[in-house]
């Protein structure tokens, strides 16, 4: 069985006119998706911004509520459970935000920013405990210990987004959502941070959604990549194939898009 199974899941949007404000219209952003995610893969989810790729994502974690359809983690349908039986899930169930500034509380130092889930998930362990967890952390994702008494204005694009991984992994997840990792960070830096996250994959034997919209930085890191195209998947398949024998006219427009190498 899949670690994560998406049946038909659709989220959508009312537009609101009028006097009273009712609804005359609606958007649907996310429109009937499904996919599966194995555990130990890396599945990728790629389509242009705007075609539902982070609302699925935030769906996944009842961040955006869903307006219908089936989404199971471990077997167990999470879109109708009540969030006291939720609330465990989630430490399992953890996100790599696209903007490494905007995810990061700037009146927090470092440490208070590792410490803070771990205070919530993991309630028996000691301050000192907590804070070794966090140093240890913070190596693994390639920064110093002394980072811990830092704020996040005092470090560059890559390496907050290195603490924006630390503090995912600080509640020791299975599943982890990557929304437009790299996105957000100059050229030079992305290829760093792809490594760093293949590399804590195995280390941590984690399970990954990958979103991205650019095509090949998705075939590098994903064994599957789903499509998705105006709230929809187009198409979906091993990585390899799907880039080499693209069905969609959707998905050659992607690849077209991909820059070649002179």
Known sequence: MPLLQVQDLKIHFPVRGGWFGRATDVIKAVDKVSFDVEEGSTVGLVGESGSGKSTVARALLKLTPAT???????GREILTMPENEFRPLRKEMQMVFQDPIGSLNPRMTVESILAEPQQIHFKQQSRDEHREVSALLLRKVGLPEDALQRYPHEFSGGQRQRIGIARALAVRPKFLICDEPVSALDVSVQAQILNLLKDLQEEFQLTLLFIAHDLAVVRHMSDRIVVMHHGKVVEQGDADELCEN?????TQRLLEAVPALI
Do not use: A, E
């Open 68 to 74: 219908g359809g089936s989404v199971t983690y471990q």
């Open 246 to 250: 693209p069905r969609h006219d959707y």
